[in-house]
C-alpha cells in the first residue's frame, strides 16, 4: 500500500471510520485525504498528534500540512530523535510552528531509587521433595471421594508438614509463578503446607 494512503488510512481509522474504502480505485489517495478532512470539519476535532514522525517523508508532510490548511487542525508531530531530518527543518521555517523538547515539557523528578537486587533462590531449578504432595496423591488415588464431611488432618494421622524457611519460599515463589489457573494454585498450596487431601 502507498505510504500516502497509508497515512490517510491511519488517520480515518483513528476518526473512528472503516478503512479500506470502496468505491474507489485503490491505489488513489486523494479520497481517502478529502474523506479525512470532511469528517475533521464535520466533527469536534481540533488536534491531531502523529507520532513517529522523523520517519515522514517529504510528500507525506506536505500532505499532513495540507490537511492542516484545509480544516484548521491543530498539528502535533512527535520526532523519536533528536534531531529532526533536513527537509522537516526546512518545510517548518515556512509555517507557524513550535518545537518542544520531551525534558522541557515533563516535570522535574526526584531520579529513581535503584532498585534492589532480586533475592537468590538457593533452590531455583531444583527439584523439592514434599511429602504433603505425595500424601495427597496417596489418598485421591483410593477410593471415590465420600460426600460427606471429609476427616480432618490429624484424623487420618497428617499433620503441617515442617518446612525450612528457604523451602517455603521457594515453594510459594512457585505455586505463585507456575501455574495462571487459581484455584489449581490454590489446591496445590493447601496440599503444600497443610498436608491434607483435597477430598
Not at 65 to 82: A, E, F, S
Amino acid at each position: 500500500m502507498d505510504a500516502a494512503l497509508a497515512l490517510a488510512y491511519d488517520i480515518l481509522a483513528a476518526l473512528g471510520k472503516p478503512v479500506p474504502l470502496t468505491g474507489y480505485r485503490p491505489a488513489d489517495p486523494a479520497p481517502a485525504w478529502s474523506l479525512a478532512a470532511a469528517w475533521i470539519l464535520a466533527t469536534p476535532i481540533t488536534h491531531l498528534t502523529l507520532l513517529r514522525a522523523h520517519l515522514l517523508t517529504l510528500h507525506r508532510f506536505k500532505d499532513l500540512l495540507t490537511l492542516r490548511r484545509r480544516t484548521g487542525i491543530r498539528l502535533t508531530l512527535v520526532c523519536h530523535r533528536r534531531k529532526m531530518r533536513p527537509f522537516l527543518e526546512r518545510e517548518l521555517r515556512q509555517v507557524e510552528h513550535h518545537i518542544a523538547e520531551a525534558s522541557a515539557l515533563l516535570p522535574e523528578t526526584e531520579p529513581a531509587p535503584l532498585s534492589p537486587l532480586p533475592t537468590a533462590r538457593p533452590l531455583a531449578n531444583r527439584w523439592i521433595s514434599l511429602p504433603a504432595l505425595t500424601t495427597l496423591k496417596a489418598f485421591d488415588e483410593a477410593t471415590g471421594p465420600c460426600h460427606c464431611a471429609a476427616p480432618t488432618a490429624t484424623d487420618r494421622d497428617c499433620f503441617p508438614p515442617v518446612m525450612p524457611p528457604v523451602t517455603e519460599a521457594e515453594v510459594a515463589w512457585r505455586l505463585h509463578r507456575a501455574s495462571a489457573h487459581p484455584h489449581l494454585a490454590a489446591q496445590l498450596a493447601t496440599a503444600t503446607f497443610t498436608a491434607a487431601s483435597t477430598t
